[in-house]
């Protein structure tokens, strides 16, 4: 039997390594030859220490601090699993270049949140989004990250993936080599089984109260990401995919405007940084409607508490649904009672595809903007916005 397992393991590790992006040996000898800066130790290599908080700073009442700042969640036409804004990443450069740091970041859906507080390094954020499902669906990424010691095994992990056994040399891989390795990986029942296994066992172990459906619905979701993989879709109810959604795949091999992969999986530094705010409960997902009086508030207060400022608050294109529901004026006040300083900005996005928006980019159909709260709050203080329309086509900062 030993024997039988050796010749496995062997079998394995040789077909591994003419599939990988890079050969092993090769990445053994980059990992020995770069001298990196001061780091700590996270069960594989070596990685930077993050900056963007100190690491006494924690949330310990994880749990009670969602169910204190969340409300009653409502409906939304979408899984929204992954995002359809292809241009998520245009925005990266500017916030660079203002430079947008530390403080408090607010956004709303999915992972494409993990790539602007990857550049912006804030103390602490808020996920909020009316689907409660959004919030499972971070826990979902949470556990993945608790039990990920780098991007290749963190993807392997939410697609089904086996976890390949030299993982922890494997740090160091671009985007397109970390892609092109998830795509030699097959998927297996055993390897969706163990990563299904260690998602479940995790979630329980955060407070959060979680129903069977809940547990069903993380199960779904998770399914959702291994049966779809790198090709994986946003699709809304009763609508086929559209020809301008991007794939999973097309997310993680994004680059920002000036040709550079930005994407929060396209660099092992910025994985880190996130794992460790996952690792001290400073990624708070929230159940909260942008235009209610309750969520919004309540996580501008304890903003304040801490005493921090808004850095950035990413709101999609919920803005065009708030205005809709009549919500938008309690929105406005809700965030300009926030702490703030001249540089904290909104991050937009607006679909409407060549000649939609001045400052849309060729190929692209969705339009990622920029917006001081400074200039916003001028504007709500005089004339207001008479659409969203008007909202994204007044005062945005340059995207070059």
Do not use: C
């Not at 245009?90 to 602007?116: C, M, T, W």
């Not at 066992?201 to 979701?221: K, M, N, S």
């Not at 994004?254 to 001290?280: N, T, V």
């Not at 991050?347 to 692209?364: A, Q």
Request: no cysteine; net charge positive; aromatic share 10%.
């Amino acid at each position: 039997m030993r024997h039988g397992f050796l010749l496995r393991r062997a079998l394995y590790a040789a077909a591994m390594i003419g599939t990988i992006a890079l050969p092993v040996r090769e990445l053994r000898a980059q990992a020995q030859a770069k001298a990196p800066p001061p780091t700590r130790s996270t069960g594989g290599r070596p990685v930077p220490i993050p900056t963007s908080a100190t690491p006494e700073d924690s949330i310990t009442d994880f749990a009670p601090l969602i169910a204190r700042l969340s409300e009653p969640g409502g409906y939304f036409d979408t899984d929204n699993l992954i995002s359809n804004e292809k241009s998520y990443l245009h925005v990266i450069g500017v916030l660079e270049r203002l430079p947008v740091k530390g403080g408090a970041y607010i956004g709303v859906g999915p992972d494409q949140n993990f790539s602007y507080i990857a550049r912006i390094q804030p103390r602490i954020a808020f996920i909020v989004d009316i689907r409660r499902d959004n919030l499972l669906q971070h826990l979902l990424f949470k556990a993945l990250f608790a039990r990920s010691r780098n991007r290749l095994q963190y993807l392997a992990l939410l697609l089904g993936r086996p976890v390949p056994a030299e993982v922890g040399l494997m740090s160091e891989l671009s985007a397109e080599q970390l892609v092109s390795t998830i795509d030699a990986l097959r998927a297996s029942p055993a390897s969706t089984r163990a990563a299904a296994d260690i998602v479940l066992a995790e979630v329980r172990r955060y407070g959060v109260p979680l129903t069977l459906a809940d547990l069903a619905t993380i199960q779904r979701f998770h399914a959702a990401f291994i049966a779809g993989g790198l090709s994986l879709q946003f699709t809304s109810v009763g609508r086929p995919p559209q020809w301008y959604y991007p794939t999973l795949r097309q997310l993680v091999l994004e680059r920002d405007l000036r040709g550079q992969f930005a994407s929060y999986l396209a660099r092992e530094s910025d994985f880190q940084l996130l794992k460790s705010m996952q690792r001290r409960n400073l990624i708070v997902p929230v159940v909260g409607d942008f235009g209610g009086a309750t969520a919004m508030n309540a996580v501008g207060r304890y903003i304040a508490q801490r005493g921090d400022k808004l850095s950035a608050l990413y709101a999609s294109n919920a803005e065009d649904y708030v205005m809709r529901g009549g919500g938008f004026d309690q929105y406005a006040r809700s965030v300009l009672a926030m702490p703030r300083d001249s540089r904290s900005v909104f991050i937009r996005s607006f679909f409407g595809g060549e000649g939609g928006h001045p400052d849309n980019v060729k190929g692209y159909y969705s339009t990622q903007l920029l917006q001081t709260i400074d200039d916003f709050a001028a504007d709500m203080a005089t004339t207001g916005y008479r659409s969203y329309r008007d909202l994204v086509r007044r005062r945005t900062v340059p995207p070059r």
